[in-house]
């Protein structure tokens, strides 16, 4: 079977193109490398799309997986059909890895000095938003004794959810009574993104 993507870079032009064409205005930085046993593809950008839905995209330039029960790398090629109905195989690199950001006013995708500090920032800030709405003193160990999990682990379980299309900031309130009873699937709260 005819491989369609036979190197990291052509792969990581294809993954470029792909999240243009799905997320329009999200800065991408997509990077590829060689390694010893193989290549890769980074990925990485700020607030935007969740990761989840940008691994649906991209996760098929990946060969396949490591098992850690067998210590082996397993190998499962994505195959492509045209449209006269022959088949390709796809093509591509041993692992792809994302990671999203969350740093206020960041131009570029990828990281650059001064940016854990402002992300940190950001994300003092949202704990505290969380902590005032359930009552509380902005206090992480608190947090801990209270709701049986860190503030900090609480807070990325939020925002890894949240599509921000394009804000950067968040404010966090809490439903009204007539709209919980509408819907009481609902996220604990509700998210205006600015």
């Known amino acids: 079977m005819e491989r369609i993507l036979k190197d990291k870079n052509e792969v990581a032009a294809a993954i470029r193109k792909e999240l243009k064409r799905h997320f329009p205005g999200i800065k991408f930085s997509v990077r590829s490398e060689y390694f010893s046993g193989g290549s890769s593809v ?4 700020n607030f935007g799309p969740t990761e989840d ?17 067998t210590d ?21 690199v041993k692992y792809v890895q994302t990671q999203r950001s969350f740093v206020p006013g960041k131009k ?3 990281y650059e000095s001064g940016d854990i500090e402002r992300q940190n920032a950001f994300m003092e800030s949202f704990e505290r938003q969380v902590c005032g709405l359930e009552g509380m003193q902005w206090e992480p160990s608190l947090w ?7 503030l900090s ?14 804000a950067e900031s968040v404010t966090l309130k809490h439903w009204t009574v007539e709209e919980w009873r509408a819907d009481s699937n609902r996220p604990l709260y509700n998210v205006i993104l600015d």
């Not at 682990?153 to 394009?166: A, E, H, Q, S």
Request: net charge negative.
């Open 144 to 150: 801990m004794d209270r709701m049986n999990c860190w």
């Open 53 to 69: 839905a940008v691994r649906a995209i991209i996760m098929k330039y990946q060969h396949g997986w490591f098992d850690g029960m």
């Open 108 to 110: 570029r995708a990828r």
């Open 42 to 45: 980074d990925v990485s950008w």
């Open 153 to 166: 682990t609480y807070v990325w379980r939020i925002l890894k959810d949240l599509d921000f299309k394009g």
């Open 72 to 92: 082996c790398y397993e190998y499962e090629d994505t195959v492509v059909g045209d449209a006269d109905g022959n088949l390709y195989e796809l093509g591509g």
